[in-house]
């Protein structure tokens, strides 16, 4: 039997009405958006369920989401439409798409690590090159001793990050932000519990 391709596989997690995440922002995301620009046209990479791209359209931002999975695309078009916001999804393999060139102010990447060490550094380059000079990129994702809570995350050690991983990936970059540590996250049916989090703010050099 072949597997499922990625969008298989998240329409199927999709495919309840229910959000599978919630629909609440990602509390890293409200925490730093301060830190955008007003007015920011923002890229909201593999959205999910939309979240995240609504509560920053909320805020004034002007945003573009992406996700593999078009059933996660018509629950986030729905909740936007429930909040009277506006945001532009589109439909992208991250593995396939095209990144658009200095095109975005800042990038936000919530939990993203679907990817493999392979396809992250693509999608890492991929944000440097859409992103404009002095652009932010918003990025929280699961350290390695997630795989001891197992509260949500994928369950293949080396779709998550290090602190030192980071810092090599991005030390061309202004790092604003790098702070390991663990809290109790409650973000829907699949992410809740005790987690071992790894957010990161960093900007684009000029």
Known sequence: MTEPSQA????ERYAADEYLFGTAPN???AREAYRLTPGSKVLAVADGEGRNSVF???HGHRVVATDVSERALDKARALAERRGVQVEYRQADLAEWEWPAE???AVVGIFVQFAGPELRWDIFDGVH???KPCGLLLLEGY???QLAYGT???PNIENLYT?????RAFSAWEIELLDAYDAEIQEGTAHSGKSALIDLVARKRG
């Open 56 to 58: 920053l359209a909320q």
């Open 27 to 29: 509390a890293f995301l």
């Open 163 to 167: 602190e030192e991983g980071l810092r």
């Open 143 to 145: 350290r390695e001793e």
């Open 8 to 11: 298989e596989f998240w329409n």
């Open 129 to 131: 090159r859409s992103l």
């Open 152 to 154: 949500g995350g994928p």
């Open 103 to 105: 095109a975005f102010d």
